[in-house]
């Protein structure tokens, strides 16, 4: 069955530090999104890609970076943690662009610890 | 102004009667229109997208849109426990989706 994954899990690390979470998935979705979940915000954001070597900031891309190389993978960077990035962080997928009559498919979530 | 806003809740109705979630929005562009449900410690997922003013009903749920006031509402009929969960309204603005922060929503048995 199609899916989409994220990882790690879980992940804590210190302020300061690069880091990247993995997002992959099997949909062969052109559209890939990557979002942040906090208390009182809902989902918010960062980053998308319409295909491949395509992207664009979203909403709260500041300190966020993506590539985007093949179909399947959608990797987000923090080029320099910082503890405002504690989060859980979720990936997801969509056959048409956002918006459209498609459904958004999330991935299980990351959650991040920046100490 | 928050582009989507819900009541952050909780709501809690007691098992088989109607709950109604309540959303609106600020961009009057805004042309299409969701609601996510999200268990505790998991990922969201799609119940129902509406475009078009009027009601669209899917088995339980109703999803209700006036673009005129600019509101969306979700109702559960027949509400059980496992309807418990925080719902996420979703607007398309611009070919962004903005999410509200949710409404969390308890089933009493």
């Known amino acids: 069955d199609a899916e989409i994954t994220q990882s790690p899990r879980h992940k804590i690390t210190e302020t300061g530090r690069q880091v990247t979470l993995a997002c992959h998935q099997t949909?062969?979705?052109?559209?890939m999104f990557w979002y942040r979940q906090d208390l009182g915000h809902g989902l918010r954001l960062i980053h998308y890609s319409y295909g491949v070597q395509d992207t664009n900031k979203g909403e709260v891309s500041d300190g966020y970076s993506v590539s985007r190389s093949n179909t399947e993978d959608l990797p987000l960077t923090l080029e320099s943690a910082a503890s405002s990035q504690t989060s859980v962080y979720f990936c997801?997928?969509?056959?048409?662009?956002?918006?459209?009559?498609?459904?958004?498919?999330f991935g299980p979530g990351t959650r991040l610890t920046v100490l | 102004q928050k582009e989507v806003e819900q009541n952050s809740g909780p709501l809690s109705v007691p098992e088989g009667a109607i709950a109604s979630l309540n959303c609106t929005y600020s961009?009057?562009?805004?042309?299409?229109f969701f609601w996510y449900r999200q268990y505790s410690g998991k990922s969201p997922e799609l119940i129902m997208f509406?475009?078009?003013?009027g009601d669209k009903e899917d088995g339980r749920f109703t999803a209700q849109l006036n673009k005129a006031s600019q509101y969306v509402s979700l109702l559960i009929r027949d509400s059980q426990p496992s309807d418990s969960a925080t719902y996420l309204c979703a607007v398309n603005v611009n070919n962004d989706m903005r999410f509200g922060a949710g409404t969390r929503l308890t089933v009493k048995p």
């Open positions: 509406i475009y078009s003013n």
């Open positions: 961009d009057r562009g805004s042309q299409s």
């Open positions: 997801a997928s969509s056959e048409l662009p956002s918006g459209r009559r498609d459904t958004q498919y």
């Open positions: 949909w062969n979705h052109n559209n």
